[in-house]
């Protein structure tokens, strides 16, 4: 591998780790909103988490341009007070993978969360865990199955991601170009499939070790979750 | 994008040359490009793969107007997958909606988004230049970029396409049918500028490095036309 | 420790009206399968609103729907044994019994620790085990030990035996007595033990159909709450020990009983529940023969089952009720009716207190 | 129908070795919590495969390891009620009992139809809820109904009343003797109540901690089956009703018992289960009591509990063996030993067949 | 809207409808065997699964091509004895959508699978129903939620898909041009903006109408899945 793909490699893990790490409160949290909660818009939020599926990479992209690019209120915002530059930086890259991620793991999550049993959920209650307690010491842990899934999804995900990454943040070598970026790039150009091939096998080949770690990671915790 | 191999070949020479650091190049759709810039991209030159995204950041003040330059040039070609037996003349007077339709046999004409990609806004100006458009318009299959059109060919998917003649040159599974006449369309140019804000004391000089005639040699093995003469944008 | 229901719950197929107040200690609801016990214990701990209505424990009010009261569950300190056990499946055994505890204000409380619940149900192979490979009476006995380890200021208890053996049982019993008397603890039971809950229970709450039919003291609801096995309470003190012969001499309203030994020291109250179908009634002291308790009384009234093939005889011994339970035949051979002195023939080895 | 079981089953915790063979009829496995009860039931009914040994029901062989043989439990026309009711969350009470009928090779079958079933368990009220809405015993009378109606050749049932209440389980015993003896359906049953046990029986086997300590016919076992209440099994046949007593007289061995009335016709070999705490003993026969059956008997033995309370004294009523408990103090008084005659004094009413 | 735009709109609908019910059969087969089998290669099989999801979809459409193109050995095949014609078909770009929302959908359901209780699939042995009636009677219908979640998923991704479709089947008006596609498009011209943003929310809310289905059917289901 020459240099440059070693840093895309280095880059998109951290990117992918990162994207997952950091969506992950959130997406438990609005999950849970969504599976438990009786509130006025729950369809709006459901639409809003979805979209990033459900609008090509592009515009999604370029909405992140919009809405979080250094000149608008959010961006200078970020940068000014809390000192986080997104754009062009592999930061804005993890939070467009984040965002492409975010149904993944959100619906993922909300599944799991859906199967716990409410019994479980009411008898921890009378033991006297309030409702967050019994969210951390009960639902969470039994609805691991399903944050193991997706979390497992929105790494790879973020893995594959380009289109909403390459229009946010473009695709600067070193700092915002990932492995799907360069797979891209290559497969534009003239004799650059091969390089392209290497470069997918390489992805394939870490998303496959991060998928198997999920599994044993499942199996360890997966016959404790049936309710008796 | 399609000039990656031409660019990371100067810019690495230019970066050894000079023992300055490489410069970065970020490759993307000169759309998004062009979007990335107005957002405030950090960037010092931009290089356009069209006249109409670098018009666009030129109407936004968001380039230095003295330092544009239409940089090179490149020609579009009618291709057919290596074994094809087509044959087709491209000069306006004869049927060419007719010669293409028959060469097609039912198949699709493989082209790059005619509205938006240039070699597909290209194509699509030489074929209506060329009186062909009407009639073969339906047929037309539009990829989302010159490469994507060239591998339909190139898989045989399609019997023909409008490609650059920078990609068919490499690419082994495809034959070139007929080269478009330059006058059927408009030049096909790519225009370099340098980005309004640039800080980068190292821009201006690799600015002129790109119009240089070492620059010149491995752009014009790429199979482009480089295009000295400055011009004023249009 | 007194405890007032007031409520109206409205279901689908099903409406609750239960309005009663209890004694402290034990109160007990008792009803066939599907009248709403369940239901009730659900709405005293907190998991489902009543339509209407107030519940309040030892004063304090836990419910109250005109007022817009809901003490939610977590806050009001029980301690609820679930009619299915509810382990939490993620969590060890020992995990399970310990949950209770992170919430409890106090760290020691009137259940005692870990290692006592423990060695009383039985538990203490299982504690680093998981709830899905415990047996249906280990899964049983975990659940009441997560409930008693929480510190309850009230018990909640939904068939909590149902599916141990007799022997397991009757070690349990003792404790949960020693919370009802000890602890002050007080506590609904939910069985369909006659013998469980004359043993147990203070007050009786009957159900039928969702609806309260009876209520009042375990003595004066006993004989009426299940028709397959009525049977009187008496009230007695332990007068002093027969040790030699292992026997406790209970000293009560209708005279001397002789019951196998109990643990209690001499003045104790205690409670001897005698099933209807354990007395017999002799017209003079028999002789000879191995009961030791006779005990003379006067025949209250006689009440025929539906079919006539039985009949209950009321007695008054002396101010205390028993009952028993006769075949016509014999009430007819011995020419039974109110009024009648007779002898009540009870052998000690049928005190429930074995 | 007779059933043999040999095998040896390993578990992390636990291991379970049983090998028996039982009679035709009812097999009732008896032991305390977490001996292994439902594991044995579990590898009867092929839910798990046991390390080594041969299940063979009624001729059939069921398991052998040996040979590679395992008939898949699709394949083994059980009905199973499992200790946890097990109902599909998804269907209605109407579809629960009717699953098994849509693999049923033959349409009607032993166990009746559904009107008949849902009449017995009373669950008429019930057929278009979901399981979810359903009462503890409401589902425990479902989950029966549901393995009654699979038609099976052979029937698992695990602790299948013990959420019931008294008269519930008092209507569904009866028909769990029918189907034993009518349709010879063999059944293997679990429960901790030596009452059930004695009653519907034909076979006891005693587990304890994974290992088969006793194993036979219910006349044999029973008394030692469970120490906190010994017993003894009369088997008899009806000799003539009394109606207007609503009494039955039994003719058996030990004499003639008059017990609550039968619905049986005279001739019908019946058991009679008599509790050793509700047999007197009396040197002579008493007279002027209630108590309608006396038998004549001799001591055979008389074992010493093991804190020397009470006494368990064995009795030879001609042939047949009646157990008596009795305090330590009534074998002094009376001066009881083996070999004296004495007489069994036993109330109608304490009969279970009441 | 123009006659354009309403033929992608068409379009779009049945791409997305044909792509989510032609892979929920596999989709639930394959999620079976992941979460139930036990067999050799099962990370091999949940890789692959995985693929499109990790691999940018230029590289996903492009192995399409690679396998189903017309001169293919597959290609052929489909073509010659089934009549299936893929390249430049509707029915191509219902194929790359449906390989595309493959990875969404077998994991949803797989999570639902795996939350199942299998003592209730032990007790419908016992009445008699061989594996595949237990599937179909008890597993299936329990892991209903997945199913849906899956198969919205599914559905969003194909409402939102064009890496792949575009390389596979390009954009043809009428024929394999979806909403996505004619919005790409509109993002590469300058001044398409206000277009792609138009074809945006009616994408939107088109997704929205389909979750607002699904939650209500999810709802209808749901509280029968506790077991008891
Ligand atoms: N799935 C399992 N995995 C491991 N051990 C188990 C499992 N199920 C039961 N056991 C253990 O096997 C032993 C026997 O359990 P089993 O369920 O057969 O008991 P049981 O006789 O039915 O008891 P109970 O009357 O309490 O239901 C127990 O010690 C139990 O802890
Ligand atoms: N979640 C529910 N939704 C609707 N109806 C219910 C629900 N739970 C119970 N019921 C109904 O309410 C009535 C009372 O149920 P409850 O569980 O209180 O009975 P129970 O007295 O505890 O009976 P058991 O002894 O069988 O446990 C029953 O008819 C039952 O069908
Ligand atoms: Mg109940
Ligand atoms: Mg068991």
Redesign the interface.
Known sequence: MTEEEWAAVRLSLLVATTATAASLPLGIAVAWLLARGRFWGKSLVDTLVHLPLIMPPVVTGYLLLLTFGRRTPIGAFLADELGIVLSFRWTGAALACAVMGFPLLVRAVRLSIEAVDSRLESAAGTLGANPLWVFATVTLPLSLPGVIAGAILCFAKAMGEFGATITFVSNIPGETQTLPSMIYTLTQVPGGDAGALRLTLISIAISMLALLGSELLARRIGPRRVAT | ??L??ALDEIATAWAGDTGKPPP??????S??????IE????ADIFLSADL??M??VAARNLIQPETRVNLLGNKIVLIGPRDSKATVNLKAGVDLAKVLTNALRGG?L?MA?V???PAGKYGKAALEKLGAWNGVKDS??????V??AL??VA????PLGIVYS??A???PNVRVVATFPEDSHLPIVYPVARIHDSRSADAKPFLDHLRSAKARTVFEK?GFSVLLRSAAST | MSFGVDIDHVREHFRLTARFSSAPGLTALFGRSGSGKSTLVDIIGGLIRPTRGRVAVDGQVLVDTDRGIFVPKHRRRIGYVFQDSRLFPHLSVRNNLLYGRWFAQNGGGASGDLAAIVELLGIGALLDRRPDSLSGGEKQRVAIGRALLAHPRLLLMDEPLASLDEARRAEILPYIERLRDEAGVPIVYVSHSVAEVARLATTVVVLSEGKVTAVGPVLDILPLADATDGGGVLDATVARHDEPFHLTVLASAAGELQVPQLAATVGTHVRAYIRARDVMISLRPPEEISALNVLPGRIVAIVASPNGAQADVRLDCNGATLMARLTAKSVQRLALAPGRPVFAVIKSVSFERS
Not at chain 2, 24 to 29: D, V
Not at chain 2, 39 to 42: N, R, T, Y
Not at chain 2, 140 to 145: F, G, H, I, L, M
């Open positions: 994008a399609s990656k191999n970065k190049i970020s490759y993307a759709a759309s998004a490009l062009a979007r990335q957002q405030g991209a950090p109409d995204w018009d666009y699709r493989a988004n509205d938006a990609v037309v299959a539009q990829a989302e970029n490469r994507a591998l339909l898989r045989g998917e399609a920078t990609d040159a490499t690419e790429q």
